[in-house]
């Protein structure tokens, strides 16, 4: 029998992550992003209920303008305020027992001596639950945030990404050796000092000298999650990534996707099943499928389109809002967009999609509406095409994952589609059986590389 | 009646913070650093006892070398490993319901607009229980772990420090009005964009565009510690902080620097009474004054004196190993370590102190042994020397802290001298009586300085 599948709730530290204009349904409680109860108890949710992660997408900075303006994203909470995902981890590990928690972190934002103290901390105190999102930041606000006068390049963003890397692989895997914190009252030795080793980092944008000041967590590396859809990003994530999301607009589609990428992972000096893909998937369930459709167009008159556009744009790296909503996206995307756009015109095989295909798309296109047997049966054939995970994306919170808990999981662990029981351990146990990273990773060459 | 004192748990991420060796002690708990449990139970321990705050000490690299080598440090576990504090805040501050909880960041270790949201986030999720101790980094060892050859030059890193703060004063206070978050659902009105501004910093090492990413918080600027002895660290203190820690030798010292110090904080333009002192003491109880005398020097049994003298001569700059332990201190201080080994001067007054003194005295000079009477007597004259709060040194974790809970703390409630129950609400309610800093603080001159 294949492998269950893998459910994540794809969730964000802000009000208006994905499906904007959602929050504004009554039942909606992500306006409480604010609140840590608001995230404990919807981590123990999902905990107790069977999900296997919860996963928090970042930015550090605001898309690009929309008619000329930011006031869009403010006026309608996309993804402003959005508060730092990694510091509200702790809490969510405290009380609950199997969930895995994984966070968006850029190149960009933190140096990565820090990061990887950080993350180090955090899965000694997750009990190796941390997983990491390598994200490279696509905001040029972001970057002149932190000093920049505009979005680095996109390559050289990936070559960036490569050394970040590296330092932080350097530091989890190579810096401690296993049993170097003996802790021995009697004797006196704490550490063992011929067991850690300072790393000496040298490369074109980091100087790091060590040693780690972690001693090595459950995982050491934490399981790595990247979402790289371009030529450079799938590079990237054939090398480096355990998981990737993607947003294929059908089976078949992820199916060619997989087996593409699975290729590169394969001349990355990897096993093609190292990788992991997490579909991107939101749900709108029924007891009838007639009730399941009603409740849809229900939801379609929340969705605000305009802002749907101004998230999209952003990826696309244009003003959307100038344009009228029937006009060909082929007029509107740049040279450098042609890739991030290719799940559109996927999605609408037949015509030149428009920029309202772009708007609605981005929330239809995912959404899955029928009974909970309707919804396993195309679970059953994401699952078929080479799909270890669904990331379920949400209208409401806590509403769409207490739904998927309470209706649709049954039916799945009914089939086979989802284990039967929440399953413990760390991050990496969940995907690969593994605590460690594999030999084949390129982390891996650094283990015993900084022996005196 | 004077002011009840505060009073802080000073603890570090780490096996052996201050009281080196005590780590060997059979009912030392403080191994388990690693553990989140470990920190979860002490938090609730303090918070239930009327502790005030948990401080968290820091470094991001090695002291200097001890005997040409960092062999000494892990092996005795002096600051290594030593996790991040930050990320632990959350699962605490959801354990307990008034505890503050303070944390150490250096300038060096974090982009300051990154370091701006992640304590705005945890501004909100500890509901205004956050505060912050500003440092520069001592550590050679520090600087190279982030890129640079050595050490910044101290007065170079206080006018880098004065930048770093106002980056993150114009983002806590200016960048986001008050009601700037209506959340209106009916209106579809998430935040009201003429209320939220960006803040254009440019300077001589920082250049942010923002806005800040994180919308208003209980305190917006956290409740801010320092702990600077030197002439460009007092000058900062006095114009920044709310709370400095001193080491002074005897009240009457301790006396004669707050005076100058408010003088100090005056001249800044601030009010005198705008600084709190917090005197760091640790405690030998015993129901007599012989057992508090056996259990004392029981405990030097333990205390290992060349990891202090290791400890003691990271601050000073000068390798001590090197040293007989009865070399004059006069014959190993640098011209710049001077100020630094003054409290050393104070507390050997009739000659001149040897590295042994140096050593020793970093375990004892700051050691009250004594019945509960009788060290509520000399928290007494701590307290008429001006000082408003006690920052409690441990031996032992949960051990320390445990006894001066149930045997210190009654007793100094029957006198006035703590508070007679746990006061609710945020970090700097506890020391000013406000959620915000008063417009004294420079902070303030940034309220309302970006509209447009």
Redo the contacts between chains.
Sequence with gaps: MPRPLRFAAFVM?T??HITH?A??L?E?RQ?DF????HW?SLAVELDRGGFDFVFFADV???YADHRG???KF????LQ?????P??????L???TENLGIAITSSIL???P??FA??I???D???RGRIAWNIVTSLSA?AW????YDDITPHDERYAWAEEYVDVVYKLWEGSWEDDA?P?D?VR??????DR?HKIHHVGKR??????H???P?PQRTPLLFQAGSSPAGRRFAARNAEAQFISSPSPDAARDLIADTRGLVAEAGRHPDDLTFFQGLSFVIGSTEQEARRRSAELDEYI?DDTMVAHAAGSIGVDLGHYDLDTPVGEVESEGSRSSLRWLREAVPDREPTVRDLARLRSRNSRVVGTPEQIADVLGRWRDAGVGGINVINYTIPGSYREFIEHVLPQLRQRGLAAPEPEPGTARRKLTGRDRLDDRHPAAAYRGAFGR
Excluded at 34 to 37: G, H, I, K, T, V
Excluded at 80 to 84: C, G, H, L
Excluded at 188 to 193: Q, Y
Excluded at 206 to 211: H, I
């Design positions: 530290n009000t208006s204009g929050w504004r009554p909606a306006t604010n609140s840590l109860e404990v550090v900075g605001l303006s930011w006031e403010v006026e309608s909470g402003i305020p959005s508060n730092d990694s510091v509200i981890v702790s809490a590990a405290h009380a934002q933190e140096h001596f820090n103290r950080k180090s901390t955090l000694h105190a997750t606000n002149r945030n932190f000093g914190l802790q009252k006196g030795v704490h550490g063992e000092f850690v980091y100087r790091v000298e060590g040693p000041l972690v001693a967590s605000d």
